[in-house]
Every structure is written in C-alpha cells, then in structure tokens.
C-alpha cells in the first residue's frame, strides 16, 4: 500500500513508529521515509541496534520453544509488532501443531498486516486491538476470553514493549494486573533495555525516540528484575539477550553490546 493510502486511512505516516523502526532494524520493507531516517540516525550513534533487534528475536524464539517443550500451550503476546519469520504462532506449533496465540496490538499498521498474514492461519491464532497501558482492557476483551483459557497456563510475552511504557504508566501496576489474571504454571518471558552499561549509546538512542511514537525509558537491571515480582525466574535467570539458553554463536563478542537483557519466570 502506497504512503498515500496509509495518509486517507487516518495513519501518521510522518512520526517514526516504534513498531516500524524495529521493522527497519530486522530488515523489513512495512516502514515509511519517517521511519528510515529516524532509525538510520540511532544506527549512526549506536549501530549496536540492528544487531540487538536480531538477537531479541532469537531470544523470542528461543523462549517460545522452551515454553512449549515446557507444555504450554497457549501464548499472549503483548505489543507484538510487525509480522516478520518466525512468528510465535509458527514457532510454538512446530512442536504442539494446536497452540493457541492471540496477538496484541494497539498500532494500526501492525493489526492490518498482522490480520492480512493470518487470514489463512488456522484458527488457532487471534489478533486483538489493545493498548498495553490499559491492561484491564486486554483482559476485559471477549476475543481474548474466546481465545484462551485463563483456567490453563498462559505464557505472557512482553518481548521489548516495556521499555517504551514510563514510569507515569506505572510498569510495576501493568505487570501486576496481567500477572494476577494468569493461573499457577504460567509464565511472562520479558526483555528490556537498560542503562546500566553503554550509558552514552543509551542517552544517544532515548534522544531519537523522543520524536517516535512512543518514548523509550530505559531502566536499571535492579528496576527490570523488580517487574517479575510474582515469577520465578528460571535459569539462567536475568541476562543478556545472547546469554539466555544460547542455541548458536551469539552475534555479539561482549554480551553487553546487545543493550538489552532478558528472563522468563514462572507463576507459582
């Protein structure tokens, strides 16, 4: 669809999408001219970023497989962005074919592609409107309780979506409220960027993302790990994004260059 038609469809073409530049990094064509010089503008400051949103990725992957390995068979995925390969609905059912997924969106751009590949998905896969600030909403909606079953573990995925929540949003109480809706034996896998280390790459990216449709508030490690309250975390505990469960080379030397860390707990 042409920048044109998005524009009569009420879309802001114009302001960079967290979403779409997340898109860019991976390698996507669903962005827009905003997107490109807004991401290449983080790229020149912190290349780092094209390589951590390919080992976020991995790292989604990877979670999704050990859930299922795990038994879980039911996935809400949180602010799950652009449809790209490997999508969790593909990764979970390559080892239980019946997984259920319900994708949750509030981008506009996001829901139409999203809907557009699942079209001829089975019926196993859902997409619901829905804004994470507003995580009653999510729970409240009748296709999320037509789609899965809260009386069976649920694995809760808020893969690089919380650090574009501030703390004016209160991460801890959005946590909280979809932590106590999910039955014993679920589980949140969860990634965050941090400013513990490479702090001037991560003054540098935040800058940028003050112009983007959401602004990213990056947290401490001691602030991260304080948003699995409730979860146990499983091994290797809270790390970064290369060094959870590594199934290849990470593509990074030094761990730390990922700017990102990572953990799945589980619900006693």
Same mark, same amino acid.
């Given at each position: ?31 827009? !001219?905003? @997107? ?32 299922? %390995? ?9 602010? +799950? ?7 969790? %609905? ?10 259920r997924?319900?994708?949750?969106? #509030?981008? &506009?751009i996001?829901?139409? #592609?999203?809907?557009?590949?699942l ?25 999320? #309780?037509?789609?899965? @079953?809260?009386?069976? &573990? ?8 919380? %650090?574009?929540?501030?703390?004016? @949003?209160? !991460? ?7 932590? $106590?809706?999910?039955?014993?034996g ?7 960027? +941090? #400013? @513990? ?8 990216? +935040? ?9 990213l ?14 979860? $146990? ?21 030094? !761990?730390s ?10 619900? !006693?």
């Amino acid at each position: 669809m042409a920048d044109e038609e998005w524009t009569h469809r009420g879309i802001d073409v114009n302001t960079p999408s967290v979403a779409r530049l997340y898109d860019y990094y991976l390698g996507g064509k669903d962005n827009f !001219p905003a @997107d490109r010089l807004a991401a290449e503008e983080i790229l020149a400051s912190v290349p780092q970023v094209r390589t951590a949103a390919r080992e976020n990725r991995a790292f989604l992957g990877r979670a999704v497989r050990f859930l299922a %390995h795990e038994g879980v068979e039911q996935f809400l995925d949180i602010g +799950t962005g652009l449809p790209t390969q490997g999508n969790v %609905h593909e990764v979970a059912q390559e080892i239980i074919p019946e997984a259920r997924v319900a994708y949750v969106d #509030h981008d &506009p751009i996001v829901l139409a #592609h999203a809907r557009a590949l699942l079209r001829g998905a089975k019926g196993e896969v859902t997409v619901v409107s829905g804004d994470l600030r507003r995580p009653e909403e999510i729970l409240g909606a009748s296709e999320i #309780h037509d789609h899965l @079953d809260f009386s069976k &573990p649920v694995a809760l995925l808020l893969v690089a979506i919380m %650090h574009f929540i501030t703390e004016a @949003d209160d !991460p801890r109480r959005i946590i909280a409220t979809l932590r $106590d809706a999910l039955p014993s034996g679920s589980y949140l896998v969860l990634s965050h960027g +941090t #400013h @513990d280390l490479r702090r001037e790459a991560a003054r540098k990216g +935040t800058e940028v993302y003050r112009r983007a449709s959401s602004p990213l508030t990056l947290r401490s490690r001691t602030d991260i790990r304080q948003l699995f309250d409730g979860f $146990d975390l499983v091994r290797p505990g809270l790390v970064w994004l290369p060094e959870w469960r590594p199934d290849d080379f990470p593509l990074y030397d030094d !761990p730390s260059e990922a700017l990102i860390v990572c953990g799945v707990g589980r619900k !006693p």
